[in-house]
């Protein structure tokens, strides 16, 4: 297959503040070795993947490259014993879509060590539906539920809840049986968040304070944050005591302006969640969960779906901050 063809989205820098996106033909050839060539049926559009395609250093270091962090497909070659032509497979996180060809292609070539199987009675579209976004949304209520965090006990509070991460993690939580307080800076999505099962919107204004007060009145007795910044740190000081934060994003700012105060007056604990390095086996705990008994019947008002030529436009939705709920891309 070596002089096989394919279409894939390419970003190109012109300059240091000016990158294309545009769809070319490709070369199996060109792609990277790894132990296995996998054919992209599915892919999904993830926050990163958008860093990735405006040219942001901190996700892609050289250019041209191909993003895309999430790709379910199929194995056209194997050199792994764990898998062989044919199989379904997941690929997601590692260096897919950051430094290595990614899921914006219609083939990639990794490691078996970045793959999973996709669980059995799980579509491939279904699988992006989730995604990164989902696996990441579903390892923050995961963590929470451990804690433990039990239904009944209180309101748990997500933000951005409209965004990948937060639109799933406010389904999951209400399917779990949880109280979802889900904030938007978004007026028009209430409906979209109410079908989700959030027992109440809030507003970005309403979980942001910037008082400088070091504690503020107990609210939440968990929270799942996608954002960062001051509004992280507003959830962390009205979280009530005993409580936990997850935090897994930095799109409003990477910086915490907090004091100690939450975590040794009030016993708050902060819990990161990663995506890119966890463990496989963790990945496939997790991915089981969400094909099983965490799995969601309304994930197609979660999506929209487009093919490549369409993407650049929902990348420019997304770093813009309009994009609601998930994107996903047809290869096929």
Excluded at 109 to 130: D, V
Excluded at 277 to 306: F, M, Y
Aim: with cysteine; aromatic share 6%; charged share 20%.
């Amino acid at each position: 297959m070596q002089n096989t063809s394919y279409n894939a989205l390419v970003v190109t820098e012109i300059d240091a503040k000016t990158y294309t996106q545009e769809v070319q033909e490709k070369n199996i050839a060109e792609l990277p070795d790894g132990d296995l060539l996998i054919r992209v049926h599915f892919s999904s559009l993830n926050y990163k993947d958008a860093l990735s395609a405006s040219g942001n250093r901190g996700v892609t270091r050289r250019y041209p490259h191909v993003p895309g962090i999430d790709a379910a497909g199929v194995v056209e070659e194997s050199s792994s014993s764990g898998f062989k032509p044919g199989d379904r497979v997941i690929a997601s996180g590692f260096d897919i879509g950051m430094n290595t060809s990614g899921g914006f292609g219609q083939y990639i070539r990794i490691p078996a060590a970045w793959a999973l199987h996709c669980p059995k009675g799980f579509s491939l579209r279904e699988s992006m539906i989730y995604g990164t976004a989902g696996f990441t949304a579903a390892q923050s209520v995961k963590r929470l539920t451990d804690f433990p965090l039990v239904p009944g006990q209180g309101k748990i509070l997500v933000t951005g809840a409209t965004g990948g991460v937060g639109s799933i993690a406010t389904a999951l939580l209400a399917l779990l049986g949880y109280q979802v307080s889900a904030m938007s800076g978004k007026p028009e999505a209430q409906e979209f968040l109410t079908r989700l099962g959030a027992a109440e919107i809030i507003a970005r204004q309403e979980a942001t304070d910037t008082s400088g007060k070091l504690l503020l009145k107990e609210k939440w007795v968990g929270v799942v944050d996608t954002v960062g910044g001051e509004i992280l740190a507003t959830a962390i000081k009205s979280t009530c005591y005993g409580g936990a934060v997850t935090c897994c994003g930095n799109v409003a700012s990477g910086d915490l302006p907090l004091s100690v105060y939450p975590f040794i007056l009030r016993g708050v604990s902060l819990l990161g969640i990663d995506s890119a390095k966890c463990p496989i086996h963790i990945r496939e705990k997790i991915w089981q969960k969400l094909a099983g008994d965490w799995r969601l019947e309304n994930l197609d008002s979660l999506v929209t779906e487009c093919n490549l030529p369409e993407l650049p436009g929902f990348i420019e939705r997304m770093l813009q901050g309009r994009q609601t709920g998930r994107v996903i891309v047809n290869l096929l």
